[in-house]
């Protein structure tokens, strides 16, 4: 065998065995911190299950400023419309609700929302559907 061809296997099976290594070394180290990834992205998977459990449950807590037979969920990109004045069939006020719990923040899009509302970007649109689809045949 030529110098050459004997060169090229031992780096080859030397490539091969550092590759070996890396794997071992990476195992081990990953396998170490495999509980504690599990843990915490239980723990998240908990408080954005907490998080929509409260959004869902807000309107019927003590504290929430409208009633809630008044509040309709959404969910995205805002949380409620509260029809205030609906149950006296005098709707006089509608206000948009966004629930947040423990740390979480408002999102980019909810900010958005929020400045149309504030701008006074709202208005009342209807949309008729065309005969032909509800039309028996």
């Known amino acids: 065998m030529p110098l050459l061809n ?3 296997i ?3 099976l030397l490539l091969i065995l550092a590759a070996g290594i890396g794997f071992i070394i990476a195992y081990a180290y990953f396998k170490s911190k495999l509980p504690k990834l599990r843990e915490e992205a239980i723990k ?3 408080a954005v299950l907490s998080g929509q459990f409260s959004e869902q449950l807000a309107p019927f807590l003590p504290d929430f400023p409208y ?3 008044e509040a309709r969920f959404i969910g995205k990109p805002i949380d409620f419309i509260v ?4 149950d006296e069939k005098a709707t006089e006020e509608i206000v ?9 923040r408002t999102s980019p899009t909810e900010k958005k929302v929020k400045e149309a509302v504030e701008q006074k970007k ?7 559907v065309p005969e032909q689809v509800t039309k028996a045949s």
């Open 6 to 8: 004997q060169s090229l």
């Open 10 to 12: 031992v780096i080859g």
């Open 44 to 46: 998240q998977s908990r």
């Open 67 to 69: 009633k809630p037979t």
């Open 83 to 86: 029809f205030k004045g609906l």
């Open 96 to 104: 948009f609700v966004e629930v947040k719990s423990g740390k979480a």
């Open 122 to 128: 709202v208005r009342w649109e209807e949309y008729r």
